[in-house]
């Protein structure tokens, strides 16, 4: 019965979701609260699933020239004020240093919610000729937003992230690394974290404080709410003028640089959390996984078992995979449903009669699916089971966007499903503000995105009748 007790803690996200999403942050051993109101502890199982997708996503930044820098965590107030739409979008959640040791300051400085005022700061400075151009810079760090309501991974007043943030010659350079990047960022998340994502651009009302274009990444999560997972904005001179960001051309002309700026953050982990959990708690995309294979001993005081069991974990681990063995003492029934738990993708179970056979059982964790396999086998079996495990937990979570995702083409048919169904909806919109805002009041589902490709389910505005400007991606959202 104990090793049973680990599972039925947590409850089924038929259930209560938000309170299955809790449960397995928990239990999955992710994090932790401390006395820091609205921030968390990231512990070993969580921080290493952000290494994994910090290491995977800086190699594929790299690859297409991006550099690392690190800017200071203080912004002084007047460095921030300097442009107008940024400074309002951001003011209700930033939080404030006023005193430095026991004096005030002069000038108080923010921590930063996002670092594009001091990027051009620096910019400002570090560009003078066209020979200075691209600048194609990123920063790991953490920024702080006052959020009042915070949840693990997803909200949190600190949070972990990157930003890019870089300087063009043309607007032109700058929309194609505003496109590159969020294409980058898409790639990511399919080939790594198994998770489809819906590219488009956010409407005017949805997009970044200061940007002239902001283009998302927007997945669905389990419960039928979509997650913003990844954004890249296009600034144009906008930034460059209120900083006075020049550069001496080939012409010997003076001109404003073009940004662009893009981010992830460690909201990546509650999408993989919502994209692929069970009741039975996590289940880790190979990619990101910590631990891809845990080999569970059966009966491991008998002679040679553990033996055994470290010898598939070398072979394994010769084969490039992350393993372990779980030789603790507790029974094997409670290794496997934590195993389960940890969203661990495959584990190897191994006990006297296998030996005996010449064989191991595995269990894959995303069907539950038990597979004999010689033990010479493993290492070979394993490996392929990463692949198809990828791609079968991709496949699955498409399948479920796609069966989760509806078009309306008039105001009931959209009622109807937000009502009655979950999941993105389709429909045609007018692109005027106002309706988009009536929209949201009305039904509590906001503009995902204008995704690129577009499609004509009618050709006027779901809500207000007036002729279609684009079809919209709606729905709630985290
Ligand atoms: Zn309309």
């Known amino acids: 019965m104990a090793d049973k007790k680990l599972v039925e803690s947590i ?139 915070t949840r693990p991974f997803l909200r949190s007043r600190e949070f972990l992230w990157q930003e890019g943030h870089t300087a063009h010659a043309t607007y032109e350079d700058a929309e194609a690394r505003t496109e590159q990047m969020l294409n980058v960022y898409a790639d990511f998340c399919e080939e790594v974290l198994a998770m489809p994502v819906v590219k488009g651009k956010k409407t005017d009302k949805e997009k970044f404080a200061g940007a002239e274009a902001t283009y998302t990444i927007e997945a669905l999560m389990h419960d039928g709410k979509a997650l913003q997972s990844g954004t890249s904005h296009n600034f144009g001179d906008g930034f460059a003028k209120a ?115 010449g064989q191991a059982v595995l269990v894959r964790r995303d069907t539950r699916e038990k597979i004999e396999v010689a033990i010479d086998d493993i290492p070979a079996k394993v490996s392929e089971l990463m692949e198809t495990i990828h791609k079968d937990m991709y496949d699955r979570a498409l399948k479920h966007r796609e069966e989760n995702t509806h078009a309306a083409s008039n105001w009931d048919e959209f009622k109807n499903i937000i009502e009655n169904k979950q999941g993105f909806i389709k429909a045609m919109w007018c692109g005027d503000r106002a309706c988009e805002e009536a929209i949201k009041e009305e039904t509590g589902a906001s503009t995902r995105c204008m995704p690129f490709e577009q499609e004509e389910i009618s050709d006027v ?4 009748g007036k002729k279609a400007f684009k079809m919209v991606y709606f729905g709630r959202a985290y």
């Open 243 to 357: 900083f006075g960001i020049q550069y001496t051309d080939k012409d010997n002309k003076l001109k404003h640089v073009f940004q662009t700026s893009w981010g992830v953050t460690t909201r990546l982990i509650g999408a993989i959390i919502m994209v692929h959990g069970d009741n039975e708690g996590l289940v880790l995309p190979p990619k990101v996984a910590p631990t891809q294979v845990m080999v569970v001993p059966i009966m491991q005081k008998k002679e040679g078992v553990l033996d055994k069991a470290y010898e598939i974990r070398d072979a394994v681990k010769a084969a490039g995979l992350r393993v372990k063995v779980d030789d603790s003492d507790k029974s094997p029934g409670w290794k496997f449903s934590e195993a389960e738990m940890r969203g661990i993708p495959v584990r190897v179970e191994i006990g006297p009669k296998d030996i005996e056979k």
């Open 11 to 149: 409850t089924s996200m038929e259930e209560d979701f938000a309170q299955w999403y809790t449960d397995v942050v928990k239990k999955a051993d992710l994090m932790d609260y401390t006395s820091v109101k609205g921030c968390m502890v990231f512990k070993p199982a969580g921080y290493a699933i952000w290494e994994l997708i910090q290491r995977q996503l800086d190699d594929r930044f790299k690859e297409t020239g991006v550099e690392n820098v690190y800017l200071p965590m203080f912004i002084p107030e007047s460095l921030l004020e300097k442009e107008k739409d940024h400074v309002e979008g951001f003011a209700p959640e930033v939080a404030w240093v006023t005193k430095g040791g026991l004096n005030e300051l002069e000038e108080p400085y923010c921590v930063r919610p996002t670092s594009e005022t001091l990027f051009c700061d620096f910019y400002k400075n570090d560009i003078q000729s066209y020979r200075d151009l691209p600048k194609v810079y990123n920063q790991w760090c953490s920024v702080v937003r006052w959020e009042k309501e």
């Open 461 to 464: 505005c779901v809500h207000c």
